[in-house]
């Protein structure tokens, strides 16, 4: 299948009433552990790039193989997106290479660290909607600000200081015709998202649940959504690793929101535990290998098995031959002539 529109992916999401993974990635090991899940549990898939991983691997490897995912496995609807944008240079440069989804990440400055104005942030976010809807690509724009840090950005702090506000949310996809809606509700990117085990009132449920009241047709995205998996964590320890105790976004969490309107769910740090783990055990227990591909084929593994763990408790599974894609072209279309129109429903308090 080419690649598709994230847009079709998400609006096939909320038709199904399920959540999608979007996982990040950097090499090409991730990319087929991805790809070999999403074929054992029959998934769609959002594959994402962050600032980070453009610089690390170099734009146009990471464009080539995740092309060439999409000719690997026909059968898999597979979206291809830039995760935190940080700029309209940055998104747009995304778009000509051929990503069919951007993020543009207006909740923070062009430094990445600083929160922007409301104001800021719908200027930006409206620029690269035009921008890209013109050429066909899904906007995902933010609202709010998420904690922590990840590849050199992110505000920092608990995640717990810029919690979205619902009528923000409101006036923020009024005003900018975004697609797709990140929003804060006490996640944060990274390992050390919780030093004790969250509950519902660490993780601000409410809050999401009102948004999804007052925007009950927008998809919503939950960002630094990995859950840390105890497992995971002590593998590493296990082999010498030195991993502060942590918890993440428990799963049940994640469900609950996309009961409610999440769509789309980004997953990293699971998988980096995941690889990380498996390349320990491997050089603890035998020292004497030096091949790479002696770690990496466990760590792609090892990956496979969190992503399609993933894929199965967002619902994904199973839904991948529900639909042909839609070219991107004729998504440009659909932009214009207004029957995907971006105007969101919105519902009384
Ligand atoms: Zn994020």
């Known amino acids: 299948m080419p690649l598709v529109s994230m847009r079709q992916l998400l609006d096939e999401a909320a038709k199904g009433g399920y959540g999608v993974g979007a996982f990040n990635v950097n090499d090409m090991e991730q990319i087929q552990a991805i790809m070999e899940a999403a074929k054992q549990t029959n998934s769609p898939v959002i594959i994402q790039a962050s600032r980070g991983a453009r610089a690390y691997a170099q734009d146009r490897y990471l464009y080539h193989l995740i092309l060439a ?6 059968e898999i609807p597979l979206a291809m997106h830039l995760d935190h944008g940080n700029s309209f240079e940055t998104c747009k440069s995304a778009i000509e290479l051929g990503f069919t989804s951007v993020m543009m990440d207006g909740s923070l400055k062009a430094d990445g660290k600083t929160p922007a104005s409301f104001e800021e942030n719908v200027a930006v976010t409206k620029q690269v909607v035009d921008f890209a809807h013109e050429r066909g690509i899904t906007v995902e724009g933010e609202i709010g600000v998420l904690g922590g840090v990840e590849d050199g950005h992110g505000a920092g702090g608990s995640g717990l200081e810029h ?62 959504s990995s859950s840390v998996p105890k497992d995971l964590q002590d593998i590493i320890n296990q082999y010498g690793g030195k991993l502060k105790e942590t918890w993440g976004v428990p799963v049940e969490e994640i469900q609950l929101g996309i009961r409610n309107g999440v769509r789309k769910v980004n997953v990293d740090t699971d998988n980096r535990l995941a690889i990380t783990g498996a390349i320990r055990k491997v050089l603890w227990e035998t020292p004497e290998k030096f091949d790479p591909r002696d770690y990496l084929k466990p760590a792609r593994e090892a990956m496979q098995k969190v992503v399609a763990l993933r894929m199965t408790q967002f619902g994904q599974a199973g839904h991948a031959g529900d639909y042909q894609a839609v070219s991107i072209a004729e998504i440009a279309k659909g932009y214009k002539n207004g029957s995907l129109s971006t105007k969101p429903l919105v519902a009384d308090k």
């Open 69 to 74: 995912a999409s000719e690997l496995y026909p």
């Open 163 to 224: 919690v979205t506000d619902p009528d923000q949310a409101v006036e923020f996809a009024e005003k900018t015709g975004v697609d797709a809606l990140a929003i804060a509700i006490g996640t944060s990117h990274g390992a050390y998202k919780f030093s004790k085990k969250p509950d519902g009132s660490v993780l601000k449920m409410d809050i999401l649940l009102a948004i999804h009241k007052r925007l009950p047709k927008t998809h919503l995205v939950m960002h630094g």
